[in-house]
């Protein structure tokens, strides 16, 4: 972690370089100042438009059906883009993307492959191999690499056989079939740098692993984005646009825009290769058509010109000439190559993309690559200053690649839901059933931002929980970029006017854990960790996301508590499949869960709340009164979880946290289950120094009041006098707030930490390899439910079945447990040691242990004396071809004990954390 603990911000100590001054601090600060716009322009094209609810207008709401990858390359979008490697401006009205052919697909590589939910033996799933290899936070220098294959690429064989395979077997991949084999493949890097804020410098290098050489058909793709024929008349639509070749220079294009204005595109006519082997350097071909829908090959109708989105396939694929237009004009255009790049060899082209106002003097030529050289000295300059010096080479490897897939991962996001129900006045009206249907209720949502994904092809739209972890592993990098993620999931056009936050397309009234307050306390934190010696932190920020946090915590209480007894329910809250029952639907039994992990978030979110109340009231009294109030709101929490019925939500007899079913009429029935819903009791934890309450005169007298008139709930609160560091007539008071007290710390980490239970080589499961041979059962209603241990893809349908909380290892809940045992350390010191893992009489801290536990986490990604890293598996290519070897992919979650990547592959939202805990080991080493 990068000191989540309460002593304040990271300190520039022995493991870190100085952060102040790198050229990309420079170019932060100027574009958070307003000074220079440096991220207008970054990979903000997401990786799959189609398939998404908000490109859904159907009357089921059956989004994978509704438009399919056979229907992307010939119908334009309506919210968004898409394509490989891409880059845009901040509103996604100029695309940049590659695109190519082997000369073998029935279609050209213009975007990502995968399989549709109903498709995927486990769900949807990208069925391509790609890597984010580099960026800094300004998007001053990018590095993707795509792989492409020079066989046929194996579209049915890959749909065929995942049909066959039921859930029990893995998925089949890409690298399954021989589409690597022999070394038959292009690796195709996409590379980036900014000159300045509106002048892109674009690399593009396509090297053939074969022994022999191999055709290859290059169009990199200009486009508009489709604002036009719609008739809308919000923000953002335009008049048709033009991209034209510029009548003073064939080599270059001129692309004229409404509001984006004047820019220029060029593409360099000499390409240069690794081994001086001959290859056509003939000027490229350009290739102009519109982003408009191909009517005629969808549905039948009539097009309303000859020119339209999937042009370039039936020039290049089918040879009709006529599908471009020949006057060389256009909304697309492709700087079409046709090469035999020799064998072992590299083909380099060069482009540019530059404003009117910032043209430069020398499109290509030496100064070009003198930019290029520069922002990468300067990437690894800045990174040197975010990296602790003490990580190996391999650490900083995935440390960095992990950062980069973090932002890499931004996308621009477009959805006006008003607009998405009605439909637009230019196009066929919407079916009635729309009106009550998906999202009918979150018609104030107006989306039109830059928003950190969790994977832009596998969930291409933003997760409430998902972003609170993102924006604290980009803290690190782009403290701004966090605040400004963190404060705009809160404003008006996105928060419900209840209260609630959106959790993702598909449903946005969905209930996300409450994490929201945590990620902001770790982010202010850091808010003046990198801005120099004299920067303080933006306590203002803090005053505004506050503000609209006490709305959220409002709608929570108002909304989850049943009874009214402080034990929350939630629902669904993220944890897909982990329970007996399907959270997010009504309970067969009738009545309502008790939700061991919905009543500790509130705990948690209660806890950062007071932690924030606290701070702000430093400044301004008023906070004292709230600060109050969110006290009273943990200890009444703590208490119901841990006293109300006798004992609350935990069970002596088993020594663990469970959720209840809750049936009128009948006594409570504890669900026995040891999974993470009983840990996250573990997380609402805090540390509270006297000399801090000692400053807030009014909430320390509030505080001591209620102690002494509430003896039934103080018990709640645990005390340490630190006598030896103090004057004996000023003690040192810690006043230490958690739901669990000593005894079930313990109690709860002998689980966690033992190895035939939680405890894996990779950190953490889910659930308990307990239920491998003791499954949980119970009959109810005549129906019998079971949970039991399943270690990699989900075996059940529950919420989709493409995602499995009973026994992976998940990121977000193992960074939580980390942080928590940190907090712990700080209250209770080598006062509390355990066996680390349980039995092994290795007695250690719980700093030690939160160390240990960070270790096997990253472990996943480092490469063993085999070279072969557990997150690939037995993967051969990653494990022995140095084309691969340097290549992690940072999954969605992992195998509870192979610690094989599962899920999405490309999850560098929440995963990413890595990179957190790569700094928070090599801090602590000397």
């Known amino acids: 972690m990068i000191s989540y603990h309460d002593s304040g911000a990271r300190k520039r100590g022995e493991g870190f370089h100085a952060a102040e001054g790198t050229s990309e601090d420079v170019r932060l600060a100027e574009?958070?100042?307003?000074?220079?716009?440096?991220?207008?322009?970054?990979?903000?094209?997401?990786?799959?438009?189609?398939?998404?609810?908000?490109?859904?207008?159907?009357?089921?709401?059956?989004?994978?059906?509704?438009?399919?990858?056979?229907?992307?390359?010939?119908?334009?979008?309506?919210?968004?883009?898409?394509?490989?490697?891409?880059?845009?401006?901040?509103?996604?009205?100029l695309c940049f993307a590659l695109c190519m052919w082997n000369g073998r697909d029935s279609i050209l590589k213009e975007r990502l492959f995968g399989l549709t939910g109903p498709e995927g033996n486990h769900g949807e799933d990208v069925k391509e191999q790609y890597f984010y290899i580099d960026s800094t936070p300004t998007h001053s220098y990018m590095k993707g690499l795509y792989k492409y294959p020079q066989r046929r690429f194996p579209y049915e064989q890959l749909v065929k056989e995942n049909a066959e395979r039921g859930r029990s077997r893995d998925e089949f991949e890409l690298s399954d079939t021989d589409a690597f084999a022999d070394g038959r493949y292009f690796d195709v890097q996409a590379e980036y740098a900014k000159n300045s804020p509106n002048d892109l410098l674009i690399r593009l290098t396509v090297t053939n692993h074969a022994d022999h050489a191999a055709p290859f058909h290059f169009l990199p793709t200009l486009w508009y984005r489709n604002t036009w024929v719609w008739g809308c008349k919000h923000e953002g639509c335009t008049m048709k646009p033009l991209i034209k070749v510029d009548p003073t220079n064939p080599g270059r294009l001129i692309g004229e825009h409404e509001t984006l204005k004047r820019f220029y595109f060029e593409a360099e006519t000499l390409q240069s290769t690794s081994t001086g082997a001959s290859v056509d350097t003939s000027p490229p071909e350009w290739l102009f058509t519109d982003n408009h829908t191909n009517v005629a090959r969808l549905w039948g109708g009539s097009n309303d010109t000859p020119y339209v989105k999937d042009s370039f396939h039936d020039y290049v694929v089918h040879g009709k000439q006529e599908a471009v237009n020949p006057r060389l004009r256009g909304t697309k255009v492709a700087a079409y190559h046709r090469w035999l790049v020799p064998a072992k060899s590299s083909v380099t082209l060069r482009l540019r993309l530059y404003s009117d106002e910032e043209m430069?003097?020398?499109?290509?030529?030496?100064?070009?690559?003198?930019?290029?050289?520069?922002?990468?000295?300067?990437?690894?300059?800045?990174?040197?200053?975010?990296?602790?010096?003490?990580?190996?080479?391999?650490?900083?490897?995935?440390?960095?690649?992990?950062?980069?897939?973090?932002?890499?991962?931004?996308q621009f996001y477009h959805l006006i839901v008003k607009d998405w129900i009605a439909g637009d006045p230019d196009m066929p009206a919407p079916p009635a059933e729309r009106t009550t249907g998906r999202n009918s209720d979150w018609k104030h949502l107006f989306n039109r931002d830059i928003i950190s994904m969790p994977d832009k092809w596998e969930y291409p739209w933003y997760a409430a929980w998902d972003l609170a972890f993102h924006c604290v592993t980009l803290a690190a990098v782009d403290v701004q970029f966090a605040k400004d993620q963190l404060l705009l999931i809160l404003r008006e056009w996105y928060m419900h006017?209840?209260?609630?936050?959106?959790?993702?397309?598909?449903?946005?009234?969905?209930?996300?854990?409450?994490?929201?307050?945590?990620?902001?306390?770790q982010v202010y934190k850091l808010s003046g960790a990198h801005g120099g010696r004299d920067c303080a932190r933006d306590r203002l920020w803090l005053a505004r996301v506050f503000q609209k946090l006490v709305m959220n915590f409002t709608w929570w209480v108002n909304r989850k508590d049943a009874t009214g007894h402080h034990i929350f329910s939630g629902g669904f809250l993220g944890l897909d499949n982990i329970g007996v029952f399907d959270r997010s639907k009504p309970l067969p039994t009738g009545g309502h869960l008790e939700q061991a992990d919905g009543t500790a978030w509130m705990a948690f979110y209660a806890l950062f709340m007071l932690k924030i109340a606290m701070e702000l009231a430093q400044d301004d009294p008023a906070y004292e009164d709230v600060a109050s109030k969110f006290f009273e709101h943990f200890v009444a929490i703590a208490d119901a979880m841990n006293s109300i019925g006798g004992t609350g939500l935990w069970d002596e007899e088993t020594g663990?946290?469970?959720?209840?079913?809750?049936?009128?009429?009948?006594?409570?029935?504890?669900?026995?289950?040891?999974?993470?819903?009983?840990?996250?009791?573990?997380?609402?934890?805090?540390?509270?120094?006297?000399?801090?309450?000692?400053?807030?005169?009014?909430?320390?007298?509030?505080?001591?009041w209620f102690l002494k008139n509430r003896p039934d709930l103080a018990k709640q609160i645990s005390f340490l006098?630190?006598?030896?560091?103090?004057?004996?007539?000023?003690?040192?008071?810690?006043?230490?707030?958690?739901?669990?007290?000593?005894?079930?710390?313990?109690?709860?980490?002998?689980?966690?930490?033992?190895?035939?239970?939680?405890?894996?080589?990779?950190?953490?499961?889910?659930l308990s390899k307990f239920h491998e041979a003791h499954p949980f059962e119970v009959d109810l209603g005549g129906e019998r439910y079971c949970v039991d241990y399943s270690p990699a893809e989900s075996r059940t349908a529950l919420f989709g079945g493409n995602s499995n909380w009973r026994g992976p290892i998940w990121f977000p809940m193992n960074i939580l447990l980390v942080e928590a045992m940190e907090r712990l350390y700080h209250f209770y010191g080598d006062s509390l040691t355990i066996d680390f893992p349980?039995?092994?009489?290795?007695?250690?801290?719980?700093?030690?242990?939160?160390?240990?536990?960070?270790?096997?986490?990253?472990?996943?990604?480092?490469?063993?004396?085999?070279?072969?890293?557990?997150?690939?598996?037995?993967?051969?290519?990653?494990?022995?071809?140095?084309?691969?070897?340097?290549?992690?992919?940072?999954?969605?979650?992992?195998?509870?004990d192979s610690g094989k990547g599962l899920g999405a592959s490309h999850q560098t939202g929440w995963t990413a954390c890595v990179a957190t805990l790569l700094i928070f080991i090599g801090s602590h080493r000397r």
């Open 656 to 704: 663990f946290y469970n959720d209840q079913l809750h049936v009128p009429g009948r006594p409570n029935i504890p669900l026995r289950i040891r999974s993470l819903v009983g840990v996250v009791p573990f997380f609402a934890i805090a540390n509270l120094p006297s000399e801090q309450m000692n400053k807030l005169p009014g909430f320390a007298k509030r505080t001591q």
């Open 360 to 410: 430069p003097a020398e499109s290509f030529g030496s100064s070009f690559e003198r930019v290029f050289a520069q922002r990468i000295a300067e990437a690894d300059e800045f990174y040197g200053t975010r990296m602790p010096k003490t990580l190996t080479p391999e650490e900083n490897n995935v440390c960095r690649q992990a950062f980069a897939g973090l932002l890499w991962s931004k």
């Open 497 to 521: 006017p209840n209260g609630a936050l959106p959790a993702y397309e598909f449903a946005f009234g969905d209930v996300n854990p409450p994490v929201h307050a945590w990620a902001c306390w």
């Open 721 to 766: 006098e630190l006598s030896d560091q103090q004057p004996a007539e000023d003690p040192h008071i810690v006043y230490h707030l958690a739901v669990p007290n000593k005894d079930r710390v313990i109690r709860v980490l002998q689980y966690l930490f033992d190895e035939q239970e939680f405890l894996s080589q990779f950190g953490i499961r889910s």
């Open 838 to 896: 349980t039995g092994s009489g290795n007695k250690v801290n719980l700093l030690e242990a939160s160390k240990l536990l960070a270790s096997r986490l990253v472990s996943l990604f480092m490469p063993g004396s085999n070279g072969r890293r557990p997150c690939h598996a037995d993967d051969p290519l990653f494990a022995k071809d140095p084309a691969w070897s340097n290549l992690p992919l940072f999954y969605e979650y992992f195998h509870g």
């Open 31 to 93: 574009d958070s100042t307003r000074t220079k716009n440096w991220k207008r322009w970054g990979p903000y094209v997401s990786e799959r438009q189609w398939g998404t609810c908000r490109e859904d207008y159907s009357a089921d709401g059956n989004s994978w059906g509704y438009f399919s990858h056979d229907q992307a390359r010939s119908r334009a979008y309506r919210w968004g883009e898409d394509g490989i490697l891409g880059v845009t401006d901040r509103e996604c009205r």
